[in-house]
């Protein structure tokens, strides 16, 4: 059974990078018809896709956060992380990690199974 | 593409059958999941490809719609499906954009 789950500080503090891990166990991350990917929750609030990764390092990222987004991939630890610039109060929230599946478009698509996800607060 | 769901709440009661839209800003085909989440967990994924059970998921759950108009049928609503239910449009990457949820609350 695939699982995944999510690592990294809960507190960062403003103009700092975030950090994250997303290690996957009970399968391979190697594979050629799934991507992974990170979805954040603001408190209260909903979903917001980060952004997504295929184990050979082609990634897709919301435009709205191109530009502090980093994702990459570890094959080797069977691992993905997410590095986030500048943070801000805005970037408080849940932080999830999900296995997408390539859809017919061979586009990342649906994300099952989820992690747990982590708690990030931004604060000095 | 921007994903309107309605309601943003509603109240049931338990064996009500209930129903949930999303509508697309454009034309997404059936490129549209939903998925479940409760207070303090992740969400799960319910539906995929607009009609598509996923694997566990209740039979009572069911998908349907395609282009711009979609929905999700609970028929016989039991006390663990009160939760937040969100839609997702995965169409037009990037970006992967999900509905505003829609809080499914004891009546």
């Known amino acids: 059974q695939l699982q995944l789950q999510e690592s990294g500080p809960g507190l960062v503090k403003p103009s700092e990078t975030l950090s994250l891990t997303c290690t996957v166990s009970?399968?391979?991350?190697?594979?050629?018809?799934?991507?992974w990917g990170w979805i954040r929750q603001s408190p209260g609030k909903g979903l917001e896709w980060i952004g997504t990764?295929?184990?050979?390092?082609?990634?897709y990222h919301n435009p709205s956060l191109k530009s502090r987004l980093t994702i990459s991939v570890d094959t080797s630890r069977n691992q993905f992380s997410l590095q986030l610039s500048s943070m801000t109060a805005a970037d408080t929230g849940i932080y999830f990690c999900?296995?997408?599946?390539?859809?017919?478009?061979?586009?990342?698509?649906?994300?099952?199974?989820w992690g747990p996800g982590t708690l990030v607060t931004v604060s000095s | 593409i921007q994903m309107t769901q309605s309601p943003s709440s509603l109240s049931a009661s338990v064996g009500d059958r209930v129903t949930i839209t999303c509508r697309a800003s454009?034309?997404?085909?059936?490129?549209l999941n939903w998925y479940q989440q409760k207070p303090g967990k992740a969400p799960q994924l319910l539906i995929y490809?607009?009609?598509s059970l996923q694997s566990g998921v209740p039979s009572r759950f069911s998908g349907s719609g395609s282009g711009t108009d979609f929905s999700l049928t609970i028929s016989g609503l039991q006390p663990e499906d009160f939760a937040t239910y969100y839609c997702?449009?995965?169409?037009?990457?990037?970006?992967?954009?999900f509905g505003g949820g829609t809080k499914v609350e004891i009546k």
């Open positions: 990764i295929y184990y050979n390092g082609y990634t």
């Open positions: 997702q449009q995965s169409y037009s990457t990037p970006p992967l954009t």
């Open positions: 454009q034309s997404i085909s059936t490129y």
């Open positions: 999900a296995r997408q599946t390539e859809n017919l478009r061979v586009f990342p698509d649906w994300m099952d199974p």
């Open positions: 490809s607009a009609s």
């Open positions: 009970g399968g391979s991350i190697s594979s050629n018809t799934h991507y």
